[in-house]
């Protein structure tokens, strides 16, 4: 790609020296770095949802615009997100909430949600249904991307320059973004779950191995969402044949 100029002064740039972290939370060196080489749309992307047994994993890709237009948007960018944005897992419930509902509605981000069903993880394994849904969520970008940057240490089969970083989520700005809306949007669709199958505890684990989850689905067996060829369900149907 050829290196195209860019005009990110300080004065323009949220992303100055003075707002970038020392590894105590998700900066944007990485997007920096890119930007000044001429990348102009860099998309970071997470999932949640990967090692649950039960419904889909959910993936979100983020791009975070590299200039501000003016000095107001610039100090509300770098307020309560810049402060409070990191890996989801980092943080509460009600804080990924109440940060996902920031993130989605700023004009200065820019969002796609990419979902896999179980049937379909069965059927050609999870990592591969992750970078399905990473491949989704990009698709609905308004933007078309030049870049990626993924949580993990995979690629993803598309003409696109990639860098995978493991834990991305907690040294990304817009990993760690992407973590939070991939979250609460699958948490939103576990509650739901929890609505139609209520004796599994769906609202409380959100599908994953935990105790509780392993006791009621024993209890009662698989459901329809539960992912068949996942150690604990797929030993609880052999059993049964």
């Not at 002064?9 to 930007?35: A, D, H, M, Y």
């Not at 970071?44 to 979100?60: F, M, N, S, Y």
Request: charged share 35%; net charge positive.
């Amino acid at each position: 790609m050829q290196s195209v100029k860019t005009n990110h002064t300080q004065k323009e740039s949220v992303f100055s020296r003075k707002t970038i972290s020392n590894g105590v939370r998700p900066n944007f060196n990485e997007e920096k770095k890119l930007w000044k080489r001429g990348y102009k749309y860099v998309v970071g992307l997470d999932e949640a949802g990967r090692g649950c047994l039960a419904a889909p994993v959910v993936a979100a890709a983020v791009i975070v615009r590299s200039k501000l237009k003016s000095q107001r948007s610039k100090s509300q960018f770098k307020s309560q997100i810049f402060k409070e944005v990191k890996d989801s897992k980092q943080l509460s419930s009600k804080k990924r909430e109440e940060l996902c509902k920031l993130v989605t509605k700023n004009p200065l981000i820019e969002w796609g949600i990419g979902k896999v069903s179980e049937k379909v993880i069965d059927k050609i394994n999870i990592l591969e249904a992750t970078k399905l849904a990473m491949k989704k969520a990009i698709e609905k970008l308004k933007k078309k991307p030049d870049f990626l940057i993924i949580d993990g240490n995979f690629k993803i089969d598309l003409p696109i320059l990639q860098k995978s970083i493991i834990k991305g989520d907690e040294k990304v700005f817009s990993c760690a973004t992407a973590s939070i809306i991939a979250k609460v949007t699958r948490d939103r669709i576990m509650r739901k779950y929890h609505k139609k199958y209520p004796q599994y505890g769906f609202d409380r684990h959100k599908g994953y191995g935990t105790k509780l989850h392993l006791k009621m689905l024993k209890k009662y067996g698989p459901c329809k969402i539960h992912r068949k060829s996942f150690g604990p369900v797929k030993r609880l149907l052999t059993k049964k044949t």
